[in-house]
């Protein structure tokens, strides 16, 4: 843990930012000012598929290659919706923030977009020029690529071109917690997508890139996510989160949105300095995770134990996750661990379970406050000294902050 003590004086700085808004989850965007929303231009605008395929190609609208990884559309889903553009029908608008003059981000629509840049071939994703699939009304296309349309079909190709798409613009914001309010808002009739996603387009740079690389490839991560990447960023998330305790565990304030952002802009700025020391965490991560299979078995890794019913439950913690990884993180511990019997750390697990319900509620909901955080921080670790038979360092909870500078 020494990279936390390597950057004491950036960890000052953030607290100093962040302020005291405790006890807030990734979803709370309060921290803008009611007066900046009369300074928004929001309008809209109608452009052709055409002109979004350009748009695209040029790079103007960011649809980085991270993102077309992540692909949460089916082939059917994408047949229906060019389908659908090809017939004239209603499609969802796309919602973009104006970044600088002429480039945007995509605040709603990016499998939409994607789903555009694979069909006309420009993606160098996985179901880039993909064959048309399911149709409903239009079946004698079914089969077929966009480069096998002949010229019989050149009224249908443009049909598509000259389509128009409703696209609205949001320029001059001038806070990134209106863009993340607006975002939740635009998906709550959907499947809650993670705030990461915004995040990663926000906070470009080196190491955003590389946890996203990262995540790719990780060993550890395929036990959570077999089907990687995953298309909400949920792997991303868990490795950065993992990265921000390691580094500024004692900065956090409750707001774990704030938390992860700063966390990303200050690696970003830090990358060329600690770029080793930020890829020996990310080892440690894969360390710390295969030790915690070892422990408790691929299936009930990460999953509280339930005393009456005598079994793991069903749904994964990545909260207790978190607690497990942060000290299996550590060498030394984890050499201790190799050296104990792995049935006794799993048993002091279950007895810690059966024994502390302040344990199992640090795990269940709003489980990002920063009593919640250190509760099951400083349970796990009790529980694992004494089982492991030596001493390390447990965070401190002073003054509703929590206080850690090392293992020793």
Not at 50 to 61: F, M, Y
Not at 294 to 318: A, C, M, T, V
Not at 375 to 386: D, I, N, P, S, Y
């Amino acid at each position: 843990m020494s990279q936390i003590l390597e950057l004491e004086d950036e960890r000052e700085e953030w607290e100093e930012e962040l302020g005291d808004d405790d006890e807030q989850d990734e979803s709370d965007t309060s921290h803008f000012d009611i007066k900046q929303i009369s300074k928004i231009v929001v309008y809209g605008t109608d452009w052709t598929t055409e002109t979004i395929l350009n748009q695209l190609t040029r790079e103007n609208i960011n649809l980085n290659p991270s993102f077309q990884r992540r692909d949460a559309w089916n082939i059917i889903r994408k047949s229906r919706f060019i389908e659908s553009l090809i017939l004239g029908l209603p499609v969802p608008q796309i919602v973009l923030v104006e970044r600088e003059k002429g480039k945007y981000l995509v605040l709603d629509g990016k499998q939409r977009l994607l789903t555009i840049l694979q069909f006309y071939n420009q993606s160098k994703s996985v179901n880039n020029n993909f064959k048309l699939k399911g149709l409903e009304f239009l079946s004698e296309l079914n089969g077929l690529k966009w480069e096998n349309f002949d010229p019989l079909h050149r009224d249908t190709l443009d049909a598509l071109d000259n389509q128009t798409i409703r696209t609205t613009i949001i320029r001059n914001w001038q806070s990134e917690d209106f863009l993340y309010k607006v975002f939740l808002r635009l998906n709550v009739e959907n499947t809650p997508l993670s705030p990461q996603e915004l995040r990663q387009a926000l906070n470009p740079g080196k190491f955003t890139d590389y946890i996203d690389d990262w995540s790719n490839k990780s060993q550890g991560l395929k036990y959570i996510f077999p089907k990687q990447p995953d298309f909400r960023m949920r792997d991303n998330q868990l490795l950065l989160k993992y990265v921000a305790f390691q580094y500024f565990l004692p900065a956090y304030r409750g707001s774990l949105k704030a938390f992860l952002d700063e966390t990303c802009k200050k690696l970003n700025k830090a990358w060329e300095k600690d770029q080793d020391n930020i890829e020996k965490t990310l080892q440690q991560f894969e360390d710390a995770m295969m030790l915690t299979i070892k422990i408790f078995g691929q299936d009930n890794f990460g999953r509280i134990w339930l005393k009456n019913k005598e079994k793991y439950e069903k749904n994964r913690s990545y909260s207790l996750l978190e607690a497990i990884l942060f000290y299996f993180s550590d060498p030394v511990i984890r050499e201790r661990v190799n050296e104990v019997d792995p049935t006794k750390i799993e048993q002091a697990f279950k007895t810690l379970c059966s024994s502390s319900q302040d344990f199992i509620n640090s795990l269940k909901s709003t489980t990002n406050t920063i009593a919640k955080t250190y509760t099951r921080l400083a349970l796990w670790g009790k529980a694992l000294r004494e089982v492991l038979k030596i001493d390390f360092n447990i965070p401190e909870l002073i003054d509703n902050r929590i206080f850690f500078s090392g293992f020793r």
